[in-house]
């Protein structure tokens, strides 16, 4: 539990202290605004690019791996999707938004430390085939759900044509096709450039943690706190408990297991909210429940860790 709370507090301390910088009025709403912009649409692209460009896509790669986790995780998004729209009457482009946020577990950020601390750095292996196309096919799942959400009555080609426009625009996926491209042709890139990238990247984490702090003092839980909590069971639970079962039937070894399991039981990463404020939906929802469901995480994640053996 130690070593859990080590991992996790920073990043909710950062998010807080945005909060309380926010509260205070020692950074206004348009700073606010202008941090998460920049976060969202130059400092994590910049970073996914990066760690795409540099990840060794030829090792690690199960199938096996790759169903228990994604099955998981598409379940978890239809368990959102639906359950907004059904179950708290939500319009159908906040329901997307939701979905995705029970869809996009922060692999990165709390996955990967939390796996280093059980198993140590050798267990990483699997850990990085999921991230490798992690955010690709959550961003593929999200916008296309979305697109069709917008084109309503306008049938499959108005949402194919808004998929294609979206993708082609949206600074993250490109970033992350960019990523790829360097990555599989070996591209060199200057050692200036991938310098000046690494000193705006390492300001990703950060910048979008305290921007998030400022954007919950703004959209505060009220109204929400029913559909929050769903949010956190879906991704808390039921993600990795999919991934558990799938896991055990298509008989996946046991090291990728526990990295699926650990990775499937994070809780929603900011990348969640940067997807809703892109569309300008269920932004109170989601920043709120990648707060909650982080500080939940906490002892979520060391059950799902007991029941792993640890």
């Known amino acids: 539990m130690s070593a859990l709370i080590e991992v996790i507090l920073p990043v909710f301390l950062v998010i807080g202290i945005g909060w309380l910088a926010t509260w205070g009025k020692l950074i206004s709403k348009d700073a ?5 912009y920049f976060a969202t649409n ?6 996914l690019f990066l760690a795409i460009s540099r990840l060794d896509l030829g090792n690690n790669f199960d199938p096996k791996l790759l169903i228990s986790f994604y099955t998981g995780a598409v379940s978890g998004f239809f368990a959102g999707l639906l359950g907004a ?4 009457g939500r319009p159908w482009m906040d329901s997307v938004a939701i979905g995705f946020v029970t869809l996009f577990s922060n692999s990165l950020l709390l996955g990967l430390p939390i796996t280093e601390r059980a198993f140590g750095s050798d267990a990483l292996g699997p850990n990085f085939a999921i991230i490798s196309i992690h955010a690709p096919t959550c961003y593929v799942i999200g916008v296309m759900a979305m697109e069709i959400a917008k084109s309503q009555g306008n049938g499959i080609g108005a949402a194919l044509k808004g998929f294609a426009r979206s993708m082609t625009r949206n ?10 491209v360097v990555n599989l042709t070996a ?10 990238f690494e000193l705006i990247a390492r300001a990703a984490i950060p910048a ?6 400022g954007v919950l003092y703004r959209y505060r839980p009220e109204g929400d706190v029913k559909t929050v909590a769903y949010i956190c069971a ?3 639970i039921l993600h990795p408990a999919v991934t558990w079962g799938v896991g055990r039937f298509v008989g996946l070894e046991e090291a990728p297991f526990r990295s699926a399991i650990i990775t499937a039981s994070m809780a929603p990463g900011v990348n969640a909210y940067v997807f809703a404020n892109l569309y300008g939906v269920a932004k109170r929802a989601a920043a709120t429940a990648v707060l909650v469901a982080t500080v939940a995480s906490i002892v979520t994640a060391w059950g799902w860790l007991s029941l792993l053996a640890i």
Do not use: C, K, Q, W
């Open 208 to 213: 979008a943690l305290f921007g998030l702090g």
């Open 42 to 47: 130059l400092a994590v692209p910049i970073l």
């Open 234 to 236: 879906v991704s808390l």
């Open 187 to 196: 591209f060199p890139m200057p050692v200036v450039v991938t310098d000046a």
């Open 171 to 180: 600074p993250l996926v490109i970033a992350i096709t960019l990523g790829f």
């Open 85 to 88: 729209r059904y179950l708290f």
């Open 32 to 36: 606010v605004e202008g941090l998460m």
